[in-house]
T-cell receptor, first 112, second 112 residues
Framework: DGGITQSPKYLFRKEGQNVTLSCEQNLNHDAMYWYRQDPGQGLRLIYYSQIVNDFQKGDIAEGYSVSREKKESFPLTVTSAQKNPTAFYLC???????????FGQGTRLTVV | SQKIEQNSEALNIQEGKTATLTCNYTNYSPAYLQWYRQDPGRGPVFLLL?????KEKRKERLKVTFDTTLKQSLFHITASQPADSATYLC???????????FGGGTRLMVKP
């Protein structure tokens, strides 16, 4: 089945550690995105990529890094520089052009 | 500054009534606007897309309007059902460059 897969579903991180969230899609979409969602809030854009080996910062990129070495993969690293990383992280993909985004089921990251 | 605003207060309505949700934006000139549904702990799911030259779009019990003069989109669910209870998010692409920006969402509660 085609879709977008995020893993893990739950992730616990100690303060000062870097962690990487996985996002894989088999929809052959060019564009991929990472969003952060805090309780009761909307989605805030962290990074997005329109093509392999290229990505742009969104509104809240500080403390995060990404790579886009393959079309189907867009991992997000939450670094120790991110002061408040506890949140729900959502990955999405879309074809280029004016069309819908498809979301994964999210990763809930908790700093312990 | 650029803003996408949705009513942060929950909307409570009786089953069978029409729910109307509002999305206002400032300092954007989007070519299109999208609406998504999000259930707790899940990723958003695409519902409808409306282009700037379209005044209204319908899909089953859903209707979206787009007024570029008022900078507003209205999302209607007719004959609402308890299963329609969810958070509804509007989104637009500020630069027509695959960078979807979301509003904060409005939670809809449909009571039987």
């Amino acid at each position: 089945d085609g879709g977008i897969t995020q893993s893990p579903k739950y992730l616990f991180r100690k303060e000062g550690q870097n962690v990487t969230l996985s996002c894989e899609q088999n929809l052959n979409h060019d564009a991929m995105y990472w969003y952060r969602q805090d309780p009761g809030q909307g989605l805030r854009l962290i990074y997005y990529s329109q093509i392999v080996n290229d990505f742009q910062k969104g509104d809240i990129a500080e403390g995060y890094s990404v790579s886009r070495e393959k079309k189907e993969s867009f991992p997000l690293t939450v670094t120790s520089a991110q002061k408040n990383p506890t949140a729900f992280y959502l990955c999405a993909s879309s074809p280029t052009g004016w069309t819908e985004a498809f979301f994964g089921q999210g990763t809930r990251l908790t700093v312990v | 500054s650029q803003k996408i605003e949705q009513n942060s207060e929950a909307l409570n309505i009786q089953e069978g009534k029409t729910a109307t949700l509002t999305c206002n934006y400032t300092n954007y000139s989007p070519a299109y606007l999208q609406w998504y549904r999000q259930d707790p702990g899940r990723g958003p799911v695409f519902l409808l897309l409306i282009r700037e030259n379209e005044k209204e779009k319908r899909k089953e019990r859903l209707k979206v309007t787009f007024d570029t003069t008022l900078k507003q989109s209205l999302f209607h669910i007719t004959a609402s059902q308890p299963a329609d209870s969810a958070t509804y998010l509007c989104a637009l692409d500020p630069n027509a460059g695959n960078m979807l920006t979301f509003g904060g969402g409005t939670r809809l509660m449909v009571k039987p």
